[in-house]
T-cell receptor
């Protein structure tokens, strides 16, 4: 079945460091891909998304490119801040009919940024 | 502003008791979802609904039920709570479509003793 695999955490970085969180997926056809972020004590919120191959999603300095050839959607940010400390979830929306936004999530990667 | 709210935010109960977690959204979204979040498992889908009177089982539906009598609400019921159901529960909603954004509530932390 469809699945999402994220790199294991936690990830600890110093402020202004470069961030990469790896995400790969398994799916038939062309799913939509998402990154969600969960700040402490809150629900998840959409960070960025891409709906077709080679699309780049971006928001708040974060970017991710939909790579069909490597089935990947890695999250990157050039210079992290303490306020980016959170848990990041990669997710996919299956391409087959009837899914209507039913997302499949990875296990999450906890990021801690130190001053 | 439109929103999605869950209640209670925290609950402690005993094994065998019936528990209902409420979820209410004011976006008029067709789709509503219940997930549970556990360390090492991420988010797992419990039940979901694509509209009034429609309910579907997710990946981990055993021991849970939902009903959808109107657009705004999707209560989650644990018929006989078990310690394995200690978790954080998230409700979410979306308008629809496979590229649609999910909007999440703030979560309900349930402890079953």
């Amino acid at each position: 079945g469809d699945s999402v695999t994220q790199m294991e955490g936690p990830v600890t970085l110093s402020e202004e460091a470069f961030l990469t969180i790896n995400c790969t997926y398994t799916a038939t056809g062309y799913p939509s891909l998402f990154w969600y972020v969960q700040y402490p004590g809150e629900g998840l919120q959409l960070l960025l998304k891409a709906t077709k191959a080679d699309d780049k999603g971006s928001n708040k300095g974060f970017e991710a490119t939909y790579r069909k050839e490597t089935t990947s959607f890695h999250l990157e940010k050039g210079s992290v801040q303490v306020s980016d400390s959170a848990v990041y979830f990669c997710a996919l929306s299956p391409p087959y009919g009837g899914s209507q936004g039913n997302l499949i999530f990875g296990k999450g990667t906890k990021l801690s940024v130190k001053p | 502003d439109a929103e999605i709210t869950q209640s209670p935010r925290h609950k402690i109960t005993e094994t065998g008791r019936q528990v209902t977690l409420a979820c209410h959204q004011t976006w008029n979204h067709n789709n509503m979802f219940w997930y549970r979040q556990d360390l090492g498992h991420g988010l797992r889908l419990i039940h979901y609904s694509y509209g009034v009177q429609d309910t579907n089982k997710g990946e981990v539906s055993d021991g849970y039920s939902v009903s959808r009598s109107n657009t705004e609400d999707l209560p989650l019921t644990l018929e006989s709570a078990a310690s394995s159901q200690t978790s954080v529960y998230f409700c979410a909603s979306s308008f629809g479509g496979r590229a649609g954004e999910l909007f999440f509530g703030e979560g309900s932390r349930l402890t079953v003793l």
